[in-house]
DNA sequence: CCTCGATAAAGGTACTACTTATTAGGCCGC
DNA sequence: GCGGCCTAATAAGTAGTACCTTTATCGAGG
């Protein structure tokens, strides 16, 4: 990545921070002089900001901080913006409400799309996060990598390519939340195999079951979750 | 708009249509003249096209368009240009399948988060559209668009910026669906007062009722395109 | 056959000049 | 004094050019 990259990450996780807030105006000169780069670079990290709707540009005004409401809260860049703010643990909360609504669906689709090597795939990943559970290295970077394969290859499965598009998103909640250290030490029974009854509902082609298992599982993380929230 | 948003659309949707396909390789001065504009616009416009994931740039070597699996299939610009072009029956049907899943986390989530003035604009938007189906007006501009607000606000009302993020999406899928004609022209019985009890559901806070109205909602509808689409 | 280095091709950055839309402010007429 | 119009100033948009940086490729030499 170049220069441009910098500066877009820069601005943009400036702004998803909530420093310039919603209502300000830039001027294209200023942030030229800020950043110490080129008109181009800035015009370009410019558009992409525009594009997610976090700014909006006008002639003889400047660059508006547009309201969050107009934002595009699913876009990537975004998203990890987001996760390493200070409203992550908002984010986290929002991505994983997410999870909850769109897994299961995924999970259906899956037992019924999915191809042969997907099922197989899916099957493999879930017997070793099973293993890897029964190990006690649930917190461990090994079983994150698992788990986040696993879940990005039950979205992809789906065959559906809105609902592949958030193996990305999924990918960082997972990983944000524990590098956060916020899954909770000792998992609740019967999490552990949860993922295995999963991958072979998915694998058998039972669409119900394969919903019913996902669904279970995210609420039994979901809940983990927001225990360890209160106190 | 500009020159710059003229030469995004139009690559835009020429490389979502699948002209240049994925592996091809596009040079920024051939680009250049071919739209008779200058570099910079070119290179704004190519910068957005990267960031949805649809082209790389590499350095002597050019732009090259990217497989399908790696676009942020959620991005709404892209969602527009499918909307047009040839795929736009798929994108209808991932679409549908999008908000089956969602709609109704966000139904049960609205129940519980909605403001007042929420709740009382849910059920002012489900009467109307009551009304506009009982006069037998269920495919009219003005139907459509008392639909698209009800279930933006539905969204937006579920305080999850995420699912909020959706609303145009299915703002584009409900139009897309009705200016193709392929909304039934004698909707199922039943499905008219659906928005009505899903939208007292809410109101009342009631988020097992609401999810299983708008999820029954939606299946009913799924349906009668599934139905449509067969013969 | 392999390695290293020269070369050229293409995007990346910088800078400058000019264009165009838009706002604010002043001027004039009523 | 008030309202509408005209003008000027401002800031983004576009064009064009020169130069930098990376990197694929190919050839010379070991």
Redesign the interface.
């Known amino acids: 990545m170049g220069m ?1 990259g910098d500066v877009l990450n820069e601005l943009g996780r400036r702004i998803a921070a909530g420093d310039p807030r919603p209502g300000t105006v830039l001027k294209l000169a200023q942030l030229e002089q800020e950043h110490s780069v080129s008109r ?1 670079v800035i ?2 990290a410019i ?2 900001l525009e ?1 997610i709707g976090m700014v909006a540009a006008r002639r003889r005004v400047g660059i508006t901080v547009q309201p ?2 107009l ?7 975004l998203i990890q913006w987001s996760l390493h703010g200070p409203l992550r643990h908002q984010q986290l909360e ?2 994983m ?2 999870r ?3 897994e ?3 999970a259906s ?1 899956a037992a019924e799309r999915a191809t042969v090597t997907q099922r197989a795939e899916l099957l493999r990943l879930a017997e070793q996060l099973n293993d890897l559970g029964q190990q006690g290295l649930g917190q461990t970077e090994e079983y994150l990598g698992v788990d986040v394969a696993f879940h990005a290859l039950l979205l ?1 499965s789906s065959g ?7 193996a990305t ?1 999924v990918a960082e909640e997972l990983a944000g939340r524990t590098k956060l250290g916020l899954h909770p030490t000792v998992p609740a029974p019967g999490t552990l195999e949860q993922h295995l009854v999963l991958a072979r509902a998915i694998a058998s082609g039972d669409r119900k079951e394969a919903e019913a298992h996902s669904h279970a599982h995210l609420l039994g993380v979901w809940g983990e979750i927001a225990q360890g929230k209160a106190p």
Chains 1, 2 share one sequence.
């Open positions: 441009h181009t015009r370009e558009r992409v594009n969050r409401e934002w595009d809260a699913l876009d990537p860049y929002s991505l409400e997410l909850v609504a769109v299961p669906m995924a689709l992809t559906n390519p809105l609902l592949a598009a958030m998103p």
